[in-house]
């Protein structure tokens, strides 16, 4: 798979972009606070209807225009697709998939695959749990539209839930409703998850090994808050318990304090929690390697090569790193930022094409 052609209008940035990419390697230069993100970006969102910076689709709109619009077409392994989407700031976005309108997000989904890493992503291993629950969410969205059907509908009830608590006075049946609307969607959430993580960690235990020379045995751990079954009714009827016995902790503070939206992943590496004890290379070696499980997991689960999109992470990987990326991603179209034409990319990657920006404007650049 791989973008052949973006254009974008009064997106971030740019009142007008048009340019086609390299079915291979693409090297966006440029200094910083130009563009080149805000390109990542655009193409990004064509992938699940959403950006990877912000939760505000207003946000997205240049600032003294009413409307932002992308649009690309893109290569599959059997057929070529194209997604328009076009972001108001005054009502919702309008999204077409094929020249068809997409009347629901889930129905974008499972159709372009795009993998980001950025800097903030280095960080992924030693932040907050949110980062984690992010990182499992935006990838089983784009390859799950059932998992992102039940993520939306459980974030929905979760909200009508917390602001229930925040009542003078609580009805345990009206309660009761919303529990067992939670509890719905978050045991399909449970399960997701946990399979997913089995497969991650299957996968990035053999990258992370070939990236240390053996030295180092990687082993991510999906830690919910609700304990896991393998049956989904079972699922349903322990997370119900789980959540009628914290009632008591929910009404003290006021708010939902059981279920996925508490949920965790650990990385160990030689039986050492990385969060607490890791160095910052060892850190940064789970990212790359979890990253890289990413792109593998994609193929695996549905026959398509990712789209990665590599947002000023080169300098910030040492070179040992940097070479074992560039060896690996033979056959994924790379989107690449950098402010500094490195000599080692263009040796790495001979044919790669060179786009310049500045200001929102975007120009080819010869070698």
């Not at 290569?75 to 976005?93: H, L, Q, R």
């Not at 006075?169 to 009761?176: A, G, V, Y």
């Amino acid at each position: 798979m791989y973008i052949k052609k973006i254009e974008i209008k009064n997106f971030r940035n740019y009142h007008f972009l048009k340019t086609a990419f390299h079915k291979n390697v693409n090297l966006i230069l440029g200094n910083n606070a130009q563009g080149k993100t805000n390109l990542l970006e655009g193409i990004y969102i064509t992938s699940i209807g959403r950006s990877f910076r912000t939760n505000k689709d207003s946000d997205l709109v240049h600032f003294d225009e009413d409307f932002a619009k992308i649009s690309i077409s893109a290569e599959k392994e059997i057929y070529d697709t194209s997604v328009e989407i076009i972001i108001k700031k005054d009502s919702k976005k309008s999204i077409k998939k094929d020249g068809v309108v997409v009347k629901r997000t889930s129905d974008l989904l499972d159709n372009i695959f795009i993998v980001v890493f950025s800097p903030e992503d280095l960080k992924i291993v030693k932040d907050e749990p949110e980062k984690r629950r992010k990182f499992i969410d935006r990838e089983l969205c784009q390859m799950k539209p059932s998992y992102y059907e039940s993520l939306h509908n459980y974030k929905k009830i979760l909200l009508q839930r917390n602001a229930y608590l925040k009542e003078e006075t609580i009805d345990q049946r009206i309660l009761d409703l919303w529990d067992m609307q939670l509890v719905k969607y978050g045991a399909r959430i449970i399960q997701m998850r946990k399979i997913f993580i089995e497969k991650i960690n299957s996968i990035s235990r053999v990258i992370h090994n070939s990236i240390t020379n053996e030295k180092e045995q990687l082993k991510i751990t999906y830690c919910p808050n609700i304990p896991v079954l393998d049956n989904v009714n079972e699922q349903e009827n322990i997370f119900y318990d789980e959540i009628k016995n914290a009632y008591g902790n929910d009404m003290k503070q006021r708010t939902t304090t059981r279920g996925p939206h508490k949920d965790d992943i650990s990385f160990i590496v030689n039986e050492i929690n990385m969060r607490n004890f890791g160095s910052q290379g060892q850190q940064r070696t789970c990212a790359l390697s979890l990253k890289l499980a990413e792109l593998y997991l994609i193929k695996e689960e549905t026959g398509e090569d990712a789209i990665l999109l590599l947002d000023d992470v080169m300098s910030e990987l040492d070179i040992e790193r940097q070479e074992y990326l560039i060896k690996t991603l033979k056959d994924n179209q790379l989107f690449i930022t950098t402010t500094d034409l490195d000599k080692k990319l263009l040796d790495a990657f001979p044919e790669a094409k060179i786009l310049y920006i500045e200001n929102g404007t975007i120009k080819e650049k010869n070698r």
